[in-house]
Structures are given as C-alpha cells and as structure tokens.
C-alpha cells in the first residue's frame, strides 16, 4: 500500500536577480582555425567599441551648418518668403550692371565693349543703407537723393520761363500698376500738398485730360505705369527738360513679379526707356534708382557683361 500523506509543493524557481544574471557566451575562431568559446563578459575582438563616431559628428556638424545658413536667410526674407536684398544701397557699378544685365536680357542682346563704356557709374542713384526702402520711409530717401536742393525741386508751385516748363517733373516714379501708384503718391504727401503730382496711369483717367493737364501746369512729381508715360510723352504733353531722378518700383506682387519681370509690364517698360530715357541716361541728364528688395538669386546672377569698378 502506498501511503497517502500530505503531498510537498513543488519549489518555485525564482528568476535571477541582476546580479544572477551571466552574459551569454559567444565563439570566436582564434588563428589555428579553433573554435573558442568566449564569456560575454569578456572583450570580443569583432565588436566595434563604443565611442564618438566620427562620421556621425561630421555629419551633424554639417547639419547644423545648413541650419545657421537658413536662419540668416529667413532672417532677410521678404514677405513672398523669398531671401533678398537692397540693390540701390550696393555701390554704383554694380547696380549698373544689374540693370545693364537686364536691359539685355529683356532685349535679347549683349552691349558691346564701346557701348558699355558709355555708361557711367553715376547715373545710378546710392541710397543710404541701414533704412529701409518701404513706403513710409520714402520721402526721406528722396531728400537724400536731391540733396540741399530737395525742397526747392520738389515742393515749390510757380513755373519758371526758361528753366521750368509745364509738365516737366523732376521725379518720374515707375510702377506695374495704378494702384501702386497711388500708394507710392500717398508717401509723398510732404512733397505734394502745394504743388499737385502729376498721375499717369489709364485706370479712370483720360489721356487728354491728363495731357490738358500737364501743359498748364508745373509738375515736380509723377508716377505712373510705362505704358501711359510714353504715350503722354509722344504727345508732347510730358516734357523731359529737367534733369531728374526716373525711380523704379522694384516692389513685388503677390505672385512674385516687378516692374523688370512682369510680362507685358516689362516690356513696355523697356519700350519707354529705349525711346526716351537711354540716350539722357548717357548724356548725364537724368539718374535711374531702384527702390526696394529684389530677390538674392537675382544678385548672385553672372553678369553676361560686368561693369568694371573704376
């Protein structure tokens, strides 16, 4: 008879403490072609140890140089989000050969050696660095682009026989629409409250009206779109007899373009300055200023033709 008493309970197996637990082994081969088992806990000759890795740093300090690069781009972003930068605050050569590369680049033509010596430095207009060329700062980077003589130039009413004809302005401001012109004129209200600029746009206005206009009156101020300032000119009713400033709007619209990439726009643009501004250009009689931000590929462009520094 087998006796029945109390049964014992199994043991329960514990799982190993921290300290119980031992590193798997591994093989190895050493260089008798034997295998030799090596506890883990043991140094294995086919690991890479721990450490600095030199490529992983290299990669990350390279990182970390694209990041700064973009926080000084977006740093000089425009509202479009797009990097750029002043080029009439750049000295006069180069801004020369911005606009002398895309005058040709407009035409699809490349000025001559002679043709580009003709040009000088100081038909273009250096404005101040350090301020920036909005709407509201405007009127105090014309000042400084008439000098002493500003107030004289650009406020006073009277017409004088022999030096001041009718319908002559001294700044002619350039823009791609009417609306902008008007609010580039809401900038010059200091200049324009004795003597009225002149508008020269299409949008609700008359080309004879506007011709009416200017030929009984002084005009010191006017902006306008290209298309409608060279036809009031062919007219005869815009005289061109006071050395002056022409300043072009590089202002964007929302879609990117300026008054040198809009189509259309653009072109009668270059239509105007080849019939009426280029050969006073050269002669010394009038100064081209580019106001405003203009992207930084533009600027990093190759000049097909560089102006020399002199």
């Known amino acids: 008879m087998v006796a029945i008493g109390k049964s014992k309970a199994p043991k329960t197996m514990k799982p190993p403490g921290r300290s119980q637990w031992k590193p798997l082994s591994s093989i190895s081969i050493d260089k008798n072609g034997k295998r030799k088992r090596i506890d883990g806990s043991s140094k294995n000759p086919n690991m890479i140890p721990l450490g600095k890795n030199k490529i992983l740093a290299d990669r990350n300090k390279d990182k970390e140089e694209v990041e700064e690069r973009k926080k000084v781009e977006k740093s000089n972003e425009s509202d479009g989000g797009e990097a750029t930068f002043l080029i009439s605050t750049a000295p006069a050569a180069q801004q020369l050969g911005f606009f002398l590369d895309r005058f040709q680049s407009a035409n699809k033509i490349k000025l001559s050696p002679l043709e580009l010596d003709a040009y000088k430095d100081s038909c273009m207009v250096k404005l101040a660095e350090g301020i920036a060329q909005d709407l509201d700062n405007l009127s105090d980077h014309i000042k400084s682009a008439f000098g002493p003589s500003w107030k004289e130039v650009l406020t006073e009413e009277k017409l004088v026989e022999g030096d001041i004809d009718a319908g002559s302005p001294a ?84 879609k ?55």
């Open 256 to 310: 990117g373009y300026s008054l040198l990439t809009l189509p259309q726009v653009s072109t009668e643009f270059w239509d105007l300055y080849k019939s009426h501004f280029q050969q006073r250009l050269l002669q010394g009689e009038m100064k081209i200023c580019l106001y405003g931000e203009v992207p930084i590929n533009e600027k990093r462009k190759k000049m097909s033709n560089p102006i020399d520094d002199n």
């Open 171 to 254: 700044l002619i401001i350039i823009s791609t629409s009417a609306l902008r012109s008007l609010e580039i004129l809401r900038g010059l209200k200091s200049f324009t409250k004795q003597c009225f600029p002149a508008k020269l746009f299409a949008k609700h206005m008359k080309v004879e009206d506007q011709a009416t206009s200017l030929k009984s009156s002084r005009v010191n101020i006017a902006s306008g779109t290209p298309s409608r300032i060279n036809k009031l000119i062919n007219m005869d009713a815009l005289t061109l007899s006071r050395p002056g400033i022409i300043l072009l709007d590089m202002h964007r619209d929302v």
